[in-house]
């Protein structure tokens, strides 16, 4: 009497940690400007969409057998990349490709983490570091920031030998704020984190070819503790293929197969993905194109009068707002969709093709006028 009866979900045995939890999601919504999840604005060129369609087919005529499960030709090329971008040398053995960079960091933290232990994260980061932290029960602790969204390092240093975390994550260029962190600070954490445990340290590159700078993998030599994971979903415009991989000391690769599932990287991924590999140049180009965009929404929205964080990623931090959710809506009632994540004050936008920017930037011109 009065009481509700009891739903499928509150009988269902799931686990304590993720009742009333939501999934992890951005809204997709059907809107004609979409800048919300840092995508590639720039469908693959059709000379490569070709490629793709020959290599596929190729795997296609072999789909009744297993894939390399290895994976060797891809870690090859993969490798190579790395190389030729960085000036780092890079082999096979050092690489390891999954289902985009948050299964590569899934399988870190089922290696590295897992019941009893934990892992550290500067937030505000990427909010996927501590979700899967959750879903392989590794505990989550969330590391302090600087008010201008830099790294606390002294801060830092403190709450890793203070939690002695088993990882520790340093996103860079940092998502949703932009800005990348500088080698000096994953060296401190490195020193830090060893000096507690020794820790595993991930440094998360996913947006690291629309930096300023370069890439922080020749931070990789003599230090076997560290890890650093890419994908191809943003600077290669190839977000559906579902391709992310690691660098690091060959020994960290064999320790990931403990947990990686047989054959997890189908044929048609791997045959779609080296497809790519041998379009880099051209999908590069489009990174230089995606980067001048970038500058220009920093300095076009500074010169409107909102305040930008420091943007080496494509996609801008701006604001600060009163009411971040209102700005959202009021930009969304526009037909731009941007991406509220949570951080107070804030919003952030991709860079899309320049018709897509200048859309947003015409709205938030219109706001800031009617504010006035
Ligand atoms: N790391 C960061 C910092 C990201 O922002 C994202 C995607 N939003 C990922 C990793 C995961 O990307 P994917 O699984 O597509 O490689």
Redesign the pocket.
């Known amino acids: 009497t009065g009481t509700t009866p009891p739903t499928p979900w509150d009988t269902l045995p799931v686990r304590a940690e993720l009742r009333g939890k939501s999934p992890y999601g951005a809204p997709q919504l059907d809107v004609p400007v979409r800048l919300n ?2 995508e590639n604005p720039y469908p693959l060129p059709e000379e490569l969409v070709e490629r793709i369609t020959e290599r596929v087919r190729e795997a296609a005529r072999g789909l009744n057998r297993y894939p390399d499960r290895d994976a060797v030709e891809l870690r090859t090329r993969l490798a190579a990349y790395l190389t030729e971008t960085t000036g780092h040398r890079v082999g096979p053995t050092e690489v390891w490709a999954a289902n ?6 899934q399988q870190l933290l089922q290696t590295f983490g897992g019941p009893g232990r934990t892992a550290i994260g500067f937030e505000p ?2 909010s ?1 570091h501590a979700l899967i932290a959750r879903g392989t029960g590794t505990g989550w602790i969330s590391g302090p920031r600087h008010e201008d969204f830099t790294i606390d390092v002294p801060a830092a240093e403190r709450a890793i030998a203070e939690h002695r975390p088993d990882v520790v994550f340093v ?1 860079t260029p ?2 949703p704020t932009g800005n990348s962190v500088p080698a000096e600070t994953v060296l401190a954490l490195y020193e830090a984190a060893q000096a507690a445990k020794p820790s595993m340290v991930v440094v ?1 590159e ?2 690291v070819e629309f930096s300023h700078g370069g890439s922080l993998l020749p931070l990789l030599e003599g230090r076997p503790h560290l890890v650093v ?1 890419r ?4 600077a290669f415009g190839a ?1 559906g293929l ?3 991989y690691l660098a690091a000391h060959p020994a960290v690769v064999d320790a990931v197969q403990l947990v990686r599932l047989p054959y997890h990287l189908s044929a048609v991924t791997q045959a779609t993905a080296l497809a790519a590999l041998e379009h880099t140049g051209t999908l590069l180009r489009y990174v230089e194109r995606l980067k001048t965009e970038r500058d220009r929404l920093v300095t076009e929205l500074r010169a409107i009068g909102y305040e930008v964080t420091e943007s080496d990623a494509n996609f801008v931090q701006f604001g600060r707002f009163d009411d971040a959710r209102a700005v959202w809506r009021k930009i969304l009632d526009r037909g731009v969709l941007v991406r509220d994540n949570g951080v107070p004050g804030w919003l952030r936008v991709t860079a899309g093709t320049p018709q897509e920017n200048d859309a947003f930037l015409d709205a938030v011109r219109e706001l800031k006028k009617e504010q006035s």
Do not use: F, H
């Not at 985009?100 to 960091?105: A, C, K, L, M, R």
């Not at 994908?231 to 943003?234: F, G, L, N």
């Open positions: 999840t840092n985009g960079s948050n299964e590569v960091i980061s990427y996927m996103t940092n998502n998360d996913a947006y994971s994908t191809m979903s943003k977000a579902r391709l992310g």
